[in-house]
C-alpha cells in the first residue's frame, strides 16, 4: 500500500468513532454540540479542522480495494464530517447534505411514485410550492395544500395514498405554527413520512425528529450556514432504510454540494447557538418595538403570547427566532416600497438567516411563483414586508426601522 494511503486507513476506524461520537452527542448541551459535532483531527495530519478534500477521485491499492471512498459525487471526507455533524445537531443518526435546499426536497419527492399523494402546509416558502406544482405534479405525483395549523386539517386530508406529510413550522412568512407532535401521530396511523423544514427555527430552537417526524429538511443557505456566502440543503434521519433510500437518491441524482461549500456550513454550525441566542434577542426587542409603533397595522411572529398558536411554539420550540413579518396600516403597495426601500441597515434582499440583518417584500420576491389568489387567500398580502433579524445591536436596528416607516 502507498505510504500517503496507510494514514488514510483510519477513516475505517473514524466509522466506528463517529457512531459512538453521536450517542455521545445526545448527553451533551446544545453549545457542546454545535461546536465538536462531526470534528475529528483529521487522520491523515491531525489538522484540528476537517480538511476541503478537493478532490474527484480516490486512488485504489488494488481493483476495489480502497478507503471507502471511491468516487466524490459517492464520498467526500468534508461532505461525510459534515454530515455527520447534521445528524447529531438534529439528534438524528444519519445525514444527507445536498448542493441546495431545494435538491434535498426534491431528493424527498423522489422518493415517491405516480398516483402517490402528499399533503402539504398551503403557507410555506414559494421555491417548494413550485417545485411541487411545477416539476412533481406533472409526474403524476398529486399535492393537496391544507392549513397544517390545525392538526385536524390534516386528518381530514389523509387518504389510502397518502405517502407523505409535508409542514414547514414556523412558516415562511407568516410565523403560522404546526404541531409537530399531533402530525406525526396521524402520519404515523396513515403510514406515511412526515417531513418537517426546520429551516426557520434551526436545530437551536427545535428537534423534529425528537417529536416523532421521519426527515427533518434544511435550507443550510439559511442559519445553518449563517453568513449568507453558500448555498446547501440537508436531510437528517433515524430510519436506517430511508437513510439507504435517500442515499441511493443523493447518489444517482447527484446534487451533492462540493467540499468547500461543506466546509463553510461546518464552520456555519460551530457558532449557530451564539447567533442563535443573539437573534432570539434581536427577533424579541424588533417584534415588540413594531408592535407598538403607530403606523404598523399587524406583526407576524411567533413569541407573543397571543399569536394563536403560542402555546405550540413554546412547547415545541426553545426560542422564538429573528423571523417575522408585518403590514403597515396604509396597506398599499407604495407605503410597503417607501420602507423597503429607505432602510439602511436592513439590506433589501431575499433569504435569511445570516448574521445581517435583512428586508423582503415576498408578494414580489421570495413568493412571487405563488399565484396571487393563492397568496392571498392564505393571508400572504401585497403589502407584508418580511424581516431576518440579524445580530447587529438592538438599538442600531431599531432606529433604522424608525426612521424607513417614518
Ligand atoms: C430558502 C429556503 C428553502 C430553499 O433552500 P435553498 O437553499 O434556497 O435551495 C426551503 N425552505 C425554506 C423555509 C427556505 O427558507
Not at 453549545?31 to 476537517?50: N, Q, Y
Request: charged letters at 20%; a neutral charge.
Amino acid at each position: 500500500m502507498p505510504a500517503l494511503l496507510q494514514g488514510m486507513s483510519k477513516f475505517a476506524t473514524n466509522n466506528l468513532k463517529t457512531m459512538s461520537q453521536k450517542e455521545t452527542a445526545r448527553k451533551q448541551q446544545l453549545a457542546t454540540k454545535f461546536i465538536h459535532a462531526g470534528a475529528e483531527p483529521d487522520p491523515s495530519t491531525g489538522a484540528i479542522m476537517t480538511p476541503i478534500y478537493q478532490t474527484s477521485t480516490y486512488v485504489q491499492s488494488a481493483p476495489g480495494v480502497n478507503q471507502g471512498f471511491e468516487y466524490a459525487r459517492s464520498q467526500n471526507p468534508t461532505r461525510k464530517a459534515l454530515e455527520t455533524a447534521l445528524a447529531v445537531i438534529e439528534n438524528g443518526r444519519f445525514g444527507l447534505a445536498f448542493s441546495s435546499g431545494v435538491a434535498a426536497t426534491d431528493a424527498v419527492i423522489k422518493l415517491l411514485s405516480p398516483g402517490d399523494e402528499v399533503i402539504a402546509a398551503s403557507d410555506m416558502y414559494g421555491g417548494t410550492y413550485r417545485l411541487f406544482t411545477k416539476v412533481f405534479e406533472k409526474f403524476g405525483i398529486k399535492f393537496k395544500y391544507i392549513d397544517t395549523s390545525n392538526a385536524e386539517n390534516v386528518r381530514s386530508a389523509v387518504t389510502v395514498n397518502t405517502k407523505l406529510i409535508w409542514i414547514e413550522t414556523p412558516t415562511n412568512p407568516l410565523m403560522n405554527i404546526t404541531d409537530i407532535a399531533a402530525v406525526a401521530a396521524i402520519s404515523r396511523e396513515a403510514g406515511a413520512w412526515l417531513c418537517v423544514d426546520n429551516t426557520f427555527a434551526s436545530p437551536y430552537l427545535q428537534n423534529p425528529l425528537d417529536l416523532g417526524a421521519d426527515i427533518v429538511m434544511h435550507s443550510s443557505t439559511k442559519y445553518l450556514g449563517g453568513h449568507s456566502d453558500v448555498i446547501q440543503g440537508a436531510l437528517v434521519m433515524n430510519d436506517e432504510k430511508l437513510k439507504d433510500q435517500l442515499y441511493f437518491i443523493q447518489k444517482s441524482c447527484g446534487a451533492v454540494p462540493g467540499p468547500m461549500d461543506c466546509f463553510l456550513v461546518m464552520r456555519g454550525i460551530k457558532t449557530l447557538h451564539v447567533r442563535m441566542k443573539q437573534h432570539c434577542e434581536n427577533g424579541e426587542i424588533i417584534a415588540h418595538y413594531l408592535r407598538n409603533h403607530p403606523k404598523v397595522e399587524r406583526v407576524y411572529w411567533c413569541g407573543f403570547t397571543d399569536h394563536h398558536n403560542y402555546d405550540i411554539a413554546k412547547a415545541q420550540m426553545r426560542g422564538f427566532g429573528g423571523m417575522m413579518s408585518f403590514t403597515l396600516k396604509d396597506d398599499s403597495i407604495e407605503a410597503a416600497n417607501k420602507v423597503l426601500s429607505s432602510t439602511q441597515l436592513f439590506s433589501l434582499a431575499e433569504s435569511l438567516g445570516g448574521v445581517e440583518s435583512l428586508i423582503n417584500h415576498p408578494a414580489s420576491m421570495t413568493h412571487a411563483s405563488i399565484p396571487r389568489e393563492e397568496r392571498l387567500k392564505n393571508g400572504l398580502t401585497d403589502g407584508l414586508i418580511r424581516l431576518s433579524v440579524g445580530i447587529e445591536d438592538a438599538n442600531d436596528l431599531i432606529e433604522d426601522l424608525k426612521q424607513a416607516i417614518g
